[in-house]
């Protein structure tokens, strides 16, 4: 599984992306409105810092506002851009007319997998069920995850699964577990499990020990 990081503060992009661990950058709208720069320019901002896609949400409630806007931020960089486009009906739509222009589209805002199922139909490349949010409204986030998993490894269908909405290192390990291809996941998520107190102090007492015998590095 991969990871996408979601972001729209550039400091944030450059910190987590020093750890080498993620393979792109996704936004929603709400995101880069905090962040007061068009969804345009935020996306020609991380382009220039990262090498990886960048995933970035259509805000319009149309069909064709969708498409307009799709169309405008995946010119920007046709290879790189991906467009999230949400499962509404005038989204499902909008899927299907920006990937028959050769548009890169994730379906997002996937709470059941049948809704998975049209976008695929509609041409979506990526599919993004909203984990918790789904265990939010009180459903499985993690059981619909790893059944549009299933249904597209079992029927071949040409998409991959990112596993949205994942809030905690545990919701991420269930999404790895299920079988998720990708997981979308703020910084805060990579940041706690690299800050486990059990590994910080195996890892100061190694010091430690190896600093008594030989002392600091460097000398």
Wanted: proline fraction near 6%; glycine fraction near 8%.
């Amino acid at each position: 599984m991969k990871l996408i990081l979601i972001s729209a503060d550039m400091k944030d992009i450059e910190r987590s992306y020093a750890l080498g661990v993620f393979c792109g950058v996704a936004g929603n709208p709400s995101l880069v409105a905090d962040a007061g720069v068009p969804s345009p320019d935020m996306v020609r901002a991380i382009l220039r810092i990262v090498p990886d896609p960048v995933f970035v949400q259509v805000s319009g409630m149309t069909a064709e506002a969708m498409v307009a806007e799709g169309s405008e931020l995946a010119a920007i960089d046709p290879k790189r851009v991906v467009v999230k486009v949400p499962v509404t009906a005038p989204g499902i739509q909008a899927i299907h007319k920006l990937s028959s222009q050769g548009v890169t589209v994730t379906a997002t805002a996937i709470c059941a997998s049948n809704e998975a199922l049209l976008a695929t139909l509609a041409g979506a490349r990526f599919l993004a069920p909203y984990m918790a949010r789904i265990s939010d409204i009180g459903g499985d986030g993690c059981r619909v995850v790893g059944d549009i998993v299933d249904l597209i490894r079992e029927r071949c269908l040409p998409a991959e699964v990112i596993a949205a909405s994942v809030r905690t290192p545990e919701e991420l390990s269930l999404a790895w577990k299920v079988g998720a291809h990708l997981a979308a996941v703020q910084s805060s998520v990579v940041w706690k499990i690299c800050a486990n107190p059990a590994v910080e102090a195996a890892a100061q007492l190694f010091s430690e020990d190896y600093t008594a015998r030989f002392g600091p590095r460097g000398r």
